[in-house]
Every structure is written in C-alpha cells, then in structure tokens.
Antibody, heavy 125, light 107 residues
Framework: QVLLHESGPGLVKPSETLSLTCTVSGASISDYHWSWIRQSPGKGLEWIAYMYYSGNTHYNPSLKSRVIMSLDTSKNQFSLKLSSVTAADTAVYYC???????????????????WGQGTTVTVSS | DIQMTQSPSTLSASVGDRVTITCRASQSISSWLAWYQQKPGKPPKLLIYKASILERGVPSRFSGSGSGTEFTLTISSLQPDDFATYYCQQYDNYLYTFGQGTNLDNK
C-alpha cells in the first residue's frame, strides 16, 4: 500500500518561503510521478507542480515564478518550496501520486490515485 | 490555459436518485479527464480517469462519459455515502486544471 505524508511548518510569515515535504512509503519515488495540489479555505483544488525523477518538472503558470519542486531519492521524499508567500497562499497542501503508464512512446495519464491527508499552512505575521 | 467549468455548482438529491454532473473544457482535451470525490476534511479520491474508466474499487454506480470539451459524471442510484463534493480535472501536456466543484447534498 502506497502512503503519502505531508510535513512542514503550519505557520509562515508573509514574504517568507513555504517549505513542505512529502514522505512516500510503500513505493519508490523513482518509479512514479508526483504532484502538489492545494485547496484554499472553502475553495476548490489548485494544482501547483509536477515532477518525475528524470527531472521533468512542470509548474502551474500562475505560480511558476515562485515554485520549486524537488525529489530526494535517498530519503524517498519530494518537496515543495513556494517563495514570497502572502495570505492568498493560506491553504491545505496535498501531495499526490500522478499515475501514468509508459506505452512505449508516451506516458499515458490516469489521474492522481494516491493522496496524502494534507497539511494546513497559514500565512500570517 | 484550459479552463474547466462544472455545472451545477450545487445539486440537491435524494437517495436512489440518478444524478449527473457536467464538466466543460475551454478547448478540446480529448479524453484526458478525471473525476474525484471529496468529503469534508479528507483528500480527494479518484473515481474515474481517461473520461470513462472506473478506478479500482469504485462502485459501478459511478460512470463517466464524454470527449473533446464536454464530459459527464453519472451516479445511477445515489447512496448515502455519495453526498460529497465532486471535481473534474483535465490533463493537457503536464498542465492540470480542476473544475470549481459540485457540492452534492441531501435534499
């Protein structure tokens, strides 16, 4: 069974950098693809970033200038850094497995099939 | 960017009802659409991917259809456990967008 667990500070000051880690158990992070998603209070879901261990990384264009996603295969973890945060970045942050299958010439996408429980981050002074 | 619009935003229904939720994409996404169910305080749960393929373990009363720009999620006979918020999500070349959600509540 694949399990994901988000961790990081629950409170971040405005203008600082939000740093979160997702620890993966039950699977090697180099075998799968991964994403970060957030949900502002009472709002919908917003995709933030995607990464594969090969280094292939993609970011939400609206956040791209402030986001960095990285993988640490030695710890079986992946991370998110979001800089220059404001109150608008207050949200529950989820990590998720991005399920894809290699069809020989393309990765076929099958949705985000495993999610962490989420971690609440509040931006406030 | 591809925008996803769900309708309705809120849907009131009763146990046993047939329920349909629609998701429209601002441009064609072929069949690259997933549906999720979310309950309060919980992460989303994948129900359907590639527009119509049921994720393992999801009850067969859930079904998805559509391609291009218009998609539907149907629950054939609503059960008490189905009251939740439902989101569609498109995939376009490693960029994803979610719909704004449909809150399905008990009439």
């Amino acid at each position: 069974q694949v399990l994901l667990h988000e961790s990081g500070p629950g409170l971040v000051k405005p203008s600082e950098t939000l740093s979160l880690t997702c620890t993966v158990s039950g699977a090697s992070i180099s075998d799968y693809h991964w994403s970060w998603i957030r949900q502002s209070p009472g709002k919908g879901l917003e995709w933030i970033a995607y990464m594969y261990y090969s280094g292939n990384t993609h970011y939400n264009p609206s956040l791209k200038s402030r986001v960095i996603m990285s993988l640490d295969t030695s710890k079986n973890q992946f991370s998110l850094k979001l800089s220059s945060v404001t109150a608008a970045d207050t949200a529950v942050y989820y990590c998720a497995r991005d399920y894809r299958l290699w069809l020989g010439d393309v990765w076929e996408y099958y949705g985000m099939d495993v999610w962490g429980q989420g971690t609440t981050v509040t931006v406030s002074s | 960017d591809i925008q996803m619009t769900q309708s309705p935003s809120t849907l009131s229904a009763s146990v046993g009802d047939r329920v349909t939720i629609t998701c429209r994409a601002s441009q064609s996404i072929s069949s690259w659409l997933a549906w999720y169910q979310q309950k309060p305080g919980k992460p989303p749960k994948l129900l359907i991917y590639k527009a119509s393929i049921l994720e393992r373990g999801v009850p067969s009363r859930f079904s998805g259809s559509g391609s291009g720009t218009e998609f539907t999620l149907t629950i054939s006979s609503l059960q008490p456990d189905d009251f939740a918020t439902y989101y569609c999500q498109q995939y376009d070349n490693y960029l994803y967008t979610f719909g704004q959600g449909t809150n399905l509540d008990n009439k």
